[in-house]
């Protein structure tokens, strides 16, 4: 069944490749027909030939090749110049603008290059910024001398031994039995649940 569509192929392909030999034969059987000049009496651009179609098979294209075979040359296209127009008669141009006025320039006034009187601050502040700044370097050493005192003249601080009154009610509450009693119970009934105990 392979075999019979393979055939069938090959037999459509052959036909198909005598039917283009044929219409490319009818083609170039045709005479070429200038093209007929216009009514106004200017002839009409040349029309392009159609490029030459390609060999429809490769061997038509080597046999070309090795016989030294090439392809019709076109005729020189022929280009014609008509002469320039003749230039418009010049008019007056009418524009539809209004015309610019002038603006008034504003007078000067002579005040302006006296300016205004402005107050200049005073550099009170910065010169007490710089003595707060000469004095630093002083106030850092007596300050770095009092640290050294300290530490020469340390004294321990005193460890109590004291405990918070919470702590010491909670240890009166354990010693007696009555309330061990009522700490139990108030695990128990507060405890985890038994289901999640192992």
């Known amino acids: 069944m392979e075999a019979l569509i393979a055939i069938l192929i090959f037999v459509g392909g052959a036909i198909?490749?005598?039917?283009?030999?044929?219409?490319?034969e009818q083609?170039?059987?045709k005479p070429w027909v200038p093209p007929m000049p216009r009514r106004d009496g200017t002839q009409p651009p040349p029309a392009q030939s159609p490029p030459p179609q390609p060999a429809s098979s490769w061997e038509e294209q080597l046999r070309r090749l090795l016989?030294?075979?090439r392809e019709e040359t076109r005729p020189p296209v022929v280009v014609e110049r008509r002469p320039a127009p003749p230039p418009l008669p010049a008019t007056a141009p009418t524009s539809s603008r209004r015309p610019q006025t002038r603006r008034p320039e504003p007078d000067f006034d002579?005040?302006?290059d006296i300016g205004l009187p402005v107050?200049?601050?005073s550099l009170t502040q910065s010169a007490e910024a710089w003595q707060r700044g000469n004095q630093l370097e002083a106030s850092v050493a007596e300050r770095f001398r009092r640290v050294d005192q300290r530490i020469i003249s340390h004294q321990p601080a005193e460890i109590r031994n004291e405990v918070s009154a919470e702590l010491q009610h909670a240890i009166q509450l354990v010693r007696h039995r009555s309330t061990q009693r009522a700490a139990i119970v108030a695990s128990v009934v507060l405890g985890p649940p038994k289901a999640l105990e192992t």
């Not at 198909?16 to 490319?24: D, G």
């Open 110 to 112: 002579e005040s302006m």
């Open 119 to 121: 107050r200049m601050p």
């Open 67 to 69: 016989e030294g075979e």
């Open 16 to 24: 198909w490749n005598v039917i283009q030999k044929r219409k490319q």
């Open 27 to 29: 083609e170039d059987a």
